[in-house]
């Protein structure tokens, strides 16, 4: 293999697929990166075995070829390098590896045979797939992995559900504590595939590879039903599936409000900072109230009050004024849920809805009912 390419061209692909390489694995072979170069482009491929991506990058081709090399060490030393232009070539004596050249700097980069390298699985371009603008699906996404379980030993509550029905996308995830659900309309009416739980951190490293713009094709029902693909201009990306059936969300979220409070968005954010703060001691944690006060008769406003207390260091409390309809009400929230949610929605205002100390509550942009997120109350769990 002898190629001649833009070190440029060449540090973005790397880290791009650099996401995917398994630092970590037991298996050496994972750290490596696979390059193959071929017509007028080399193509970069790493994978965990969770998540696979690959990114093409265009190039002179001299020699076609195929190699591997050590992933972190490749992407490290193109970012050290200053020239413009970069030359890859095989190392002599048919070794695994490459020897990169770029005005005056040589290094010799041990690699390994790239027939150990795990065969990736390709997408058939006329599979029917469903096309988003890479915004919408990177706001989907922030909006509901960070809800998911972090423990492994109940992989559906790890996963987000992927949902697309006649017209509607729909991404879940839950932690059984709390539910977030981001729903958006697709120009593709016709486009349904069966659900598929993917894990929330293959989605999470999805999102930081996503362009800041153009559309992305996503490939939810596939022959391999354990896969699930999203294809951008010059990067694919594949992730395995999960196993297991996803609760039934929509039974979850509360029918009816008894109270209903609209309060500014960067004045809540502002109180649980503050709280949080105050949250934490030997006999809690997180712990926030959520203290709603209805105005008296038109004459002075609602309120809603955060407020929490250390056992050790005090206590604090904030007061804001608020649009409250519906009775007095007091609710125990985990306060770290509360601002997790609160930094992904962008309205000026926010909605709060709800009933009682015992029963979850439901935060969501004022205006927009695509984002709903119900959280459990602390008392609920005692």
């Known amino acids: 293999m002898k190629v001649n390419c833009s070190r440029q061209d060449l540090g973005r692909g790397l880290s791009i697929v650099n996401h995917a390489a398994g630092s970590r694995s037991s298996l050496p072979i994972l750290s ?31 020699e076609p070829g195929s190699t591997t090399v050590p ?4 992407n490290d030393y193109i970012n050290a390098l200053t020239a413009v232009e970069t030359q890859l070539e ?14 005056g ?3 010799n980069m041990r690699g390994m045979d790239p027939a150990e390298y795990p065969s990736r699985i390709l997408i058939d371009a006329n599979e029917p797939s469903l096309s988003l603008e890479t915004n919408i699906i990177k706001g989907m996404i922030a909006q509901t992995f960070f809800a998911a379980a972090t423990d492994d030993a109940r992989p559906v509550f790890t996963s987000v559900l992927a949902r697309a029905r006649e017209g509607k996308l729909t991404f879940a995830a839950a932690d059984t504590f709390r539910l977030a659900v981001s729903n958006k309309i697709t120009e593709s009416t016709e486009y349904s595939a069966p659900d598929v739980l993917i894990p929330a951190r293959s989605l999470n490293e999805l999102s930081k590879i996503l362009p800041a713009e153009g559309a992305v094709q996503c490939y939810f029902s596939t022959p391999n039903r354990n896969q699930v693909f999203f294809k951008m201009p010059g990067i694919e990306f594949s992730a395995q599936t999960s196993e297991g059936q996803f609760p039934n969300f929509e039974t979850i979220i509360p029918k009816e409000t008894a109270t209903r409070v609209i309060v500014g968005s960067d004045d809540v954010r502002a109180a649980i900072k503050q709280a949080l703060l105050f949250s934490k001691s030997d006999t809690s944690s997180n712990i926030v109230s959520l203290i709603v006060t209805p105005g008296s008769h038109g004459l002075t406003p609602g309120a809603i009050t955060l407020q929490a207390t250390n056992d050790e260091f ?51 942009s004022y205006g927009d009912d695509s984002y709903i997120h119900v959280i459990m109350p602390l008392y609920s769990r005692r």
């Open 71 to 74: 992933a972190k060490l490749m």
């Open 32 to 62: 490596n990166l696979l390059f193959v170069a071929e017509t007028d482009k080399i193509k970069l491929t790493a994978t965990n075995l969770e998540i696979t991506i690959t990114c093409e990058i265009p190039a002179t081709v001299l």
């Open 90 to 103: 095989s190392l002599p004596g048919g070794a695994h590896g490459l020897r990169v050249r770029s005005l």
């Open 105 to 107: 700097s040589e290094a």
């Open 314 to 364: 005090g206590d604090a409390r904030k007061v804001i004024d608020a649009t409250v309809d519906g009775p007095e009400v007091t609710i125990l929230f985990n306060g770290k849920f509360l601002a997790e949610v609160l930094n992904v929605l962008s309205a000026n205002q926010i909605i709060f809805e709800l009933n009682s100390p015992q029963t979850p509550g439901i935060v969501k």
